[in-house]
């Protein structure tokens, strides 16, 4: 049987030992908003001089509903002092980020009802005025470059000339004038400036094989370097600090990323630089101030860094000794590098925000992201493996209620969703909600999952439902087996593709799961595969590889697409979806709805006209978890 084929990883402590079981107190039960509400104060950013402080809070104006919008306060040192000022006027949804443009702008991005046309807006910080550089209707615009020694524009691309492609333009942040940087062939899939804003390198794609483009000056035409199928990674980082070669993250000739350096004068011999073992690299990072690699930044069980120079390395160190017991975190510094920005947090809490001075080695308190809810009531994350039924070793996280003896618990099977992303460790308000209602929580990155290197990436090529599927149940049955679950007591949740996973775990093992929720997840692959935006199309063919092409694998797809098997459906669903989301159209929740109450079956169906893929404002997001605690409460009985 296949629990005989399970190797055990928790060891039999757990059961015995672990903080879950040994908490004499039930915690606290808080209340859903305490999960998933906007922090108070939070986003702190540094201006370039280091004389004002940006941050967002939700604000209500004109009695509209509260959006988190930007402020700006002065500095004296680490303090903020005098009265915090209101740049933006946001009502209709929440500003997700925004950075500083040298000392005297905010940049930040908005979309419509969760549409993800993003616009790119600037506000003046002294006068308050905004401009929107991308006035376009139905058109999507992203940052390429804030070319912070040029104070007066930024890097932008958008698609208005040709929805399936992004150009680029030259922003000026204080008229909007936008002038042609780079017109993209129809082939373009990237863009890479070099350190004085040019744009130098670029990412062709015919969906099949990429191909990393170079040029010595814009006045250049761009050549081919490096072609290689899309199995093989070369993304480029940034340029070396002369702008002559380029740090690039790289699988050729290897399983993992690797950080390594690529002359364009000899594109074939990259010059490894660092790498990590069975482990894919994330990303590195670099000093502009001194113009020296920094740090290179990857996960194992946990986030993990590896400093190239002793200034970062010692500062990292420094901050450690202030903060035992919390992860680091740089978020934002001044252009001197003299103040930084600093987030500490761990797995039962999104932490606390300082300013550090490396001068004078001080901390200064900003806030507490979320003091609503006390460290100590909240769940242990723990790393765990299992093996799958064809002998891949599955990494995730388990989240383990407290004060509750680990066994013969109700659990909620989370997968994540992508599918060509993972979950990692750290503060998840969702896994702590769960487990502060008494669930055990289970995420795990399956086939597919990014980290894990290429071959492990690849499994999952035409896997959807199959041996994706697979291994979300092999992880169900190994907590059947460590007897942490209760077998008659256990639901699957997820997002996008893990709401695809969600409704695959109760079509075709109809048996494993009591009820299931799916957030904006697919239901047809044939379906989902004609409704992708239009920009997604020039990585079409990557798609079919990877999931299924319609024409050929037809058989397959409609194996795999749960809405064509509702039939075999038994265990009670919830389905929430955005009404504008542009990735999976709402049309793959409908007719997943239609097919289950063809049959009389009464589907719990929430859909929200002002969101998309996912839903963002607060009113949403807490009506979303109000109405999935009662739903598993009903059919789970914690």
Same mark, same amino acid.
């Given at each position: 049987?296949? !629990?005989? $084929?399970?190797?055990?990883?928790?060891?039999?402590?757990?059961?015995?030992?672990?903080? %879950?079981?040994?908490?004499?107190?039930?915690?606290?039960?808080?209340?859903?908003?305490?999960?998933?509400?906007?922090?108070? /104060?939070?986003?702190?950013?540094?201006?370039?001089?280091?004389?004002?402080?940006?941050?967002?809070?939700?604000?209500?104006?004109?009695?509209?509903?509260?959006?988190?919008?930007?402020?700006?306060?002065?500095?004296?040192?680490?303090?903020?002092?005098?009265?915090?000022?209101?740049?933006?006027?946001?009502?209709?949804?929440?500003?997700?980020?925004?950075?500083?443009?040298?000392?005297?702008?905010?940049?930040?991005?908005?979309?419509?009802?969760?549409?993800?046309?993003?616009?790119?807006?600037?506000?003046? %910080?002294?006068?308050?005025?905004?401009? *929107?550089?991308?006035?376009?209707?139905?058109?999507?615009?992203?940052?390429?470059?804030?070319?912070?020694? *040029?104070? *007066?524009?930024?890097?932008?691309?958008?698609?208005?000339?040709?929805?399936?492609?992004? *150009?680029?333009?030259? %922003?000026?942040?204080?008229?909007?004038?936008?002038?042609? &940087?780079?017109?993209?062939?129809?082939? !373009?899939?990237?863009? +890479?400036?070099?350190?004085?804003?040019?744009?130098?390198?670029?990412?062709?794609?015919?969906?099949?094989?990429?191909?990393?483009?170079?040029?010595?000056?814009?006045?250049?035409?761009?050549?081919?370097?490096?072609?290689?199928?899309?199995?093989?990674?070369?993304?480029?980082?940034?340029?070396?600090?002369?702008? $002559?070669?380029?740090?690039?993250?790289?699988?050729?000739?290897?399983?993992?990323?690797?950080?390594?350096?690529?002359?364009?004068?000899?594109?074939?011999?990259?010059?490894?630089?660092?790498? &990590?073992?069975? !482990?894919?690299?994330?990303?590195?990072?670099?000093?502009?101030?001194?113009?020296?690699?920094?740090?290179?930044?990857?996960?194992?069980?946990?986030?993990?860094?590896?400093?190239?120079?002793?200034?970062?390395?010692?500062?990292?160190?420094?901050?450690?000794?202030?903060?035992?017991?919390?992860?680091?975190?740089? +978020?934002?510094?001044?252009?001197?590098?003299?103040?930084?920005?600093?987030?500490?947090?761990?797995?039962?809490?999104?932490?606390?925000?300082?300013?550090?001075?490396?001068?004078?080695?001080?901390?200064?308190?900003?806030?507490?992201?979320?003091?609503?809810?006390?460290?100590?009531?909240?769940?242990? &994350?723990?790393? !765990?493996? #299992?093996?799958?039924?064809?002998?891949?070793?599955?990494?995730?996280?388990?989240?383990?209620?407290?004060?509750?003896?680990?066994?013969?618990?109700?659990?909620?099977?989370?997968?994540?969703?992508?599918?060509?992303?993972?979950?990692?460790?750290?503060?998840?308000?969702?896994?702590?909600?769960?487990?502060?209602?008494?669930?055990?929580?289970?995420?795990?990155?399956?086939?597919?999952?990014?980290?894990?290197? /290429?071959?492990?990436?690849?499994?999952?090529?035409?896997?959807?439902?199959?041996? =994706? +599927?697979?291994?979300?149940?092999?992880?169900?049955?190994?907590?059947?087996?460590?007897?942490?679950?209760?077998?008659?007591?256990?639901?699957?949740?997820?997002?996008?593709?893990?709401?695809?996973?969600?409704?695959?775990?109760?079509?075709?093992?109809?048996?494993?799961?009591?009820?299931?929720?799916?957030?904006?997840?697919?239901?047809?692959?044939?379906?989902?595969?004609?409704?992708?935006?239009?920009?997604?199309?020039?990585?079409?063919?990557? =798609? #079919?590889?990877?999931?299924?092409?319609?024409?050929?694998?037809?058989?397959?797809?409609?194996?795999?697409?749960? %809405?064509?098997?509702?039939?075999?459906?038994?265990?009670?669903?919830?389905?929430?979806?955005?009404?504008?989301?542009?990735?999976?159209?709402?049309?793959?929740?409908?007719?997943?709805?239609?097919?289950?109450?063809?049959?009389?079956?009464?589907?719990?169906?929430?859909?929200?006209?002002?969101?998309?893929?996912?839903?963002?404002?607060?009113?949403?997001?807490?009506?979303?978890?109000?109405?999935?605690?009662?739903?598993?409460? +009903?059919?789970?009985?914690?």
């Amino acid at each position: 049987m296949l !629990i005989d $084929r399970l190797k055990r990883f928790i060891p039999h402590s757990l059961h015995l030992n672990h903080p %879950a079981a040994s908490a004499s107190v039930l915690p606290k039960k808080y209340p859903v908003s305490d999960f998933f509400r906007n922090p108070d /104060r939070g986003f702190f950013r540094l201006s370039d001089d280091g004389a004002m402080l940006g941050f967002m809070e939700p604000v209500s104006i004109n009695g509209q509903a509260a959006r988190m919008n930007v402020f700006v306060q002065a500095l004296e040192g680490s303090t903020p002092v005098g009265q915090a000022k209101r740049l933006t006027e946001e009502t209709e949804r929440d500003i997700s980020q925004f950075f500083w443009k040298g000392s005297n702008s905010i940049i930040y991005e908005k979309d419509f009802k969760g549409d993800e046309n993003f616009h790119v807006l600037t506000v003046n %910080a002294a006068t308050g005025r905004l401009t *929107d550089l991308t006035p376009f209707s139905e058109v999507r615009a992203s940052i390429e470059d804030d070319l912070p020694d *040029d104070p *007066d524009h930024i890097l932008i691309s958008h698609n208005q000339r040709n929805p399936e492609v992004f *150009d680029v333009y030259r %922003a000026n942040i204080h008229t909007g004038d936008l002038s042609l &940087v780079a017109e993209n062939p129809g082939n !373009i899939v990237g863009w +890479q400036t070099d350190h004085q804003g040019h744009v130098r390198a670029a990412i062709a794609s015919d969906g099949l094989h990429t191909t990393l483009l170079f040029r010595e000056t814009e006045n250049d035409d761009f050549r081919p370097l490096i072609t290689t199928d899309f199995r093989t990674v070369v993304s480029p980082e940034f340029f070396t600090f002369d702008n $002559r070669s380029i740090y690039a993250l790289s699988n050729r000739g290897r399983d993992c990323l690797a950080l390594v350096t690529i002359d364009p004068d000899e594109p074939e011999v990259e010059k490894l630089v660092y790498n &990590v073992d069975r !482990i894919d690299l994330d990303g590195a990072g670099y000093s502009r101030l001194r113009k020296v690699l920094t740090v290179a930044v990857f996960q194992t069980e946990k986030p993990k860094y590896h400093f190239f120079d002793k200034v970062s390395a010692d500062r990292f160190e420094r901050l450690n000794e202030k903060l035992p017991g919390y992860e680091i975190s740089l +978020q934002s510094h001044t252009r001197d590098e003299t103040k930084f920005i600093v987030a500490a947090y761990n797995d039962r809490t999104p932490g606390t925000r300082y300013i550090y001075d490396a001068v004078n080695n001080t901390l200064d308190k900003l806030a507490d992201i979320n003091p609503a809810l006390r460290e100590d009531d909240m769940a242990f &994350v723990q790393p !765990i493996q #299992y093996q799958s039924r064809d002998g891949l070793t599955i990494n995730g996280y388990l989240t383990l209620p407290l004060a509750r003896s680990p066994v013969n618990l109700p659990c909620i099977v989370n997968p994540h969703g992508g599918p060509w992303l993972r979950d990692s460790w750290g503060f998840n308000p969702e896994a702590q909600f769960l487990a502060n209602r008494g669930y055990c929580v289970l995420q795990m990155n399956f086939r597919g999952s990014t980290g894990y290197g /290429r071959k492990f990436w690849e499994a999952s090529f035409g896997q959807w439902g199959l041996d =994706m +599927q697979n291994d979300i149940t092999d992880g169900v049955t190994w907590l059947i087996e460590q007897g942490i679950a209760d077998p008659d007591r256990i639901a699957i949740y997820g997002g996008s593709y893990g709401g695809y996973a969600a409704l695959a775990g109760i079509a075709y093992t109809p048996d494993l799961y009591a009820a299931a929720v799916d957030y904006v997840g697919v239901s047809n692959l044939l379906t989902f595969m004609n409704t992708i935006p239009p920009y997604w199309k020039p990585m079409l063919t990557k =798609m #079919y590889t990877m999931v299924g092409d319609p024409s050929v694998d037809n058989e397959r797809l409609v194996a795999t697409s749960p %809405a064509l098997h509702a039939d075999k459906i038994k265990a009670p669903l919830f389905i929430a979806q955005g009404a504008n989301d542009p990735r999976v159209n709402k049309a793959e929740s409908d007719q997943m709805v239609a097919a289950l109450r063809s049959r009389g079956v009464d589907v719990e169906y929430m859909v929200k006209d002002d969101e998309g893929h996912g839903f963002h404002n607060d009113e949403n997001k807490l009506e979303f978890y109000e109405r999935t605690e009662a739903f598993l409460s +009903q059919h789970l009985r914690p």
